[in-house]
């Protein structure tokens, strides 16, 4: 069995989601405003409150909750049986060929039902 991280809302939850988007809006402010500074350190300081915001945003219930689903998830990944190539070069083949055939069907009832519905009632 593995160990569950605490999950349950904190009474500070609310404040550190108030703090991450404070430091997200913060930095686009910020990128906004220094204006005569270069590109590269405008953008620097938006990738950097980005990154300081999802550290305090992944300190909440909520945060560890997804951090949690993400590990399981990449434990799920690892179990995945993934089909060889010549496999899937033949599925592809297969998909594409119904693909054909199925359009070519729906090409011949939409023409038998334009030509011999449609066709006499509008005249």
């Given at each position: 069995?593995?160990?569950?991280?605490?999950?349950?809302?904190?009474?500070?939850?609310?404040?550190?989601?108030?703090?991450?988007?404070?430091?997200?809006?913060?930095?686009?402010?910020?990128?906004?405003?220094?204006?005569?500074?270069?590109?590269?350190?405008?953008?620097?300081?938006?990738?950097?409150?980005?990154?300081?915001?999802?550290?305090?945003?992944?300190?909440?219930?909520?945060?560890?909750?997804?951090?949690?689903?993400?590990?399981?998830?990449?434990?799920?990944?690892?179990?995945?049986?993934?089909?060889?190539?010549?496999?899937?070069?033949?599925?592809?083949?297969?998909?594409i060929i119904m693909i054909i055939i199925l359009g070519a069907f729906l090409w011949l009832l939409d023409w038998l039902i334009n030509s011999f519905l449609i066709q006499p009632i509008l005249g």
């Open positions: 069995m593995s160990a569950q991280a605490n999950t349950e809302p904190s009474k500070l939850d609310s404040v550190k989601w108030i703090v991450a988007f404070a430091i997200l809006f913060g930095g686009i402010y910020a990128f906004n405003v220094l204006v005569e500074q270069s590109i590269l350190i405008r953008a620097g300081i938006v990738i950097a409150a980005v990154v300081i915001a999802i550290a305090v945003a992944m300190l909440t219930a909520k945060g560890k909750a997804l951090w949690q689903f993400v590990k399981g998830a990449r434990t799920e990944l690892r179990k995945v049986i993934w089909p060889k190539t010549n496999e899937t070069t033949r599925m592809t083949i297969v998909v």
